[in-house]
């Protein structure tokens, strides 16, 4: 049986759903998930392989129209991922009606490959509503494939899935068939530490910090890690750490029960917060966090 591969790119609003999505898809933890927009900052691999197969999925920034810097490189992200999808996912939820850039509207409505729209969150609303849904985004998007699913629910995922495999062409694997995703063990610290800031603190102060891991020592049974917190301004510095050094000490220990579960090992992290003023305006700072892709 020939071997078919492709790449397959998420792409839609702020919130809709596509890191749960994505991780439905891989069947791990890759994507972080708040209820927060602008939770998902980069582009993030992950690799499903069956044995004539494999679909690498592309999480994305939602789309948003930017207001600096790092919102800029967040949406080159996006922009990339129409340069190599052999399959585009276009994700949308019930209610919504637009696209946040009409550029990329465009490119999705006079896209020459296959477009999959995705109406998610089918469990919040009734099927009269979900059938106006349905026409309403058949007429907008003509070239698409249409599915009601939900994905925190799984329902239609993996119909879906199958469809994608369908869809991709034949072609041999791009990555060793054990691969799991492109990014390496630090990224995800970074990101499972930053999705607890989203969660424990409120207003700007989550849009103002950067996660960097400076060790990740790892033997046998337990893996060391040493990270700084960037924030913007002194009084952030003080409302991340807290009374008495409370608040990071909450993060801290709902971090590493996520990273003991995604790494199979004991944890010991440290934290370390620092002001980096102007980071999400800063190129040179921006390069330094991953987020220029050219």
């Known amino acids: 049986m020939a071997h078919k591969a492709g790449f397959v790119n998420i792409i839609g609003n702020p919130n809709v759903g596509k890191s749960t999505l994505m991780n439905a898809f891989v069947g791990e933890r890759l994507s972080i998930i ?4 602008q939770t998902t900052r980069h582009r993030i691999l992950g690799v499903v392989n069956g044995e004539d197969f494999q679909v690498v999925l592309s999480d994305t920034p939602g789309i948003i129209k930017p ?4 919102q800029s490189s967040m949406m080159n992200f996006v922009k990339s991922a129409f340069e190599d999808a052999d399959v585009l996912i276009y994700m949308v939820e019930i209610g919504e009606k637009d696209l946040k850039d009409e550029a990329f509207f465009n490119k999705i409505i006079h896209s020459k490959i296959p477009v999959l729209l995705l ?3 089918i469990d919040t609303t009734d099927q009269e509503n979900l059938e106006v849904q349905v026409g309403f985004w058949k007429e907008k998007v003509p070239n698409a494939e249409i599915y009601a699913i939900s994905a925190i629910e799984k329902f239609n995922v993996r119909e879906v899935f199958d469809r994608i495999v369908e869809l991709i062409p034949e072609c041999p694997p ?3 068939k054990d691969t799991l995703t492109d990014k390496p063990e630090r990224f995800f610290v970074n990101e499972i530490v930053r999705e607890k800031i989203l969660l424990f603190y409120k207003k700007e102060v989550p849009y103002a ?3 960097l891991t400076e060790e990740f020592k790892e033997d046998e049974e337990i893996i060391r890690i ?3 917190i960037m924030v913007e301004r002194d009084t952030q510095k003080g409302i991340i750490i807290g009374h008495k050094g ?3 000490k909450r993060v801290g220990i709902e ?4 990273l003991e579960r995604f790494f199979g090992k004991q944890i010991h992290i440290e934290f370390f917060v620092k002001v980096n003023k102007d980071w999400r305006t800063n190129q040179n700072q921006l390069k330094r966090f991953g987020y220029n892709n050219d």
């Open 246 to 248: 409370a608040a990071l």
């Open 119 to 121: 109406i998610n969150k």
């Open 67 to 70: 207001a600096y810097e790092l």
């Open 226 to 228: 040493r990270c700084v």
């Open 174 to 176: 791009y990555y060793p």
């Open 255 to 258: 971090a590493r029960k996520d």
């Open 209 to 211: 910090v950067e996660v």
């Open 34 to 37: 708040t209820s927060k927009a």
